[in-house]
């Protein structure tokens, strides 16, 4: 997993979302914005996390591990059961 880059600064969050609320956008392959990386943070259960371009790659995020979402790379999640998560906003 990639890491956020030490100069980068947290500029907003999601709310909380849980295996029923998760937007449909989320659940299919979209991007940040140019500049944006996010951190996904699972607060309950697991989260199948998939990287769709570069470094392509599928993660399952847990309490203990968060995902790193880089600049406008290609991406989705899918929850593995019960889940509750959030999204933080970096640039």
């Known amino acids: 997993m990639k890491k956020l880059p030490s100069n980068v600064t947290c500029y907003g969050r999601?709310?909380?979302?849980n295996d029923?609320?998760?937007p449909s956008?989320?659940?299919s392959s979209h991007r940040t914005k140019p500049g944006t990386w996010a951190k996904i943070v699972v607060a309950e259960g697991k989260l199948t996390?998939?990287?769709l371009?570069?470094?392509v790659s599928e993660v399952e995020?847990?309490?203990?591990?968060?995902?790193?979402?880089?600049?406008?790379?290609?991406?989705?999640?899918?929850?593995v059961d019960k889940v509750r998560f959030f999204i933080e906003f970096y640039r």
Do not use: S
């Not at 999601?14 to 979302?17: D, L, S």
């Open 49 to 51: 996390y998939r990287i």
């Open 14 to 17: 999601t709310p909380e979302f």
């Open 61 to 79: 995020l847990t309490p203990k591990v968060p995902g790193i979402v880089e600049p406008e790379v290609l991406h989705m999640v899918k929850p």
């Open 20 to 22: 029923k609320t998760i």
């Open 25 to 27: 956008g989320m659940q």
């Open 53 to 55: 371009e570069r470094d």
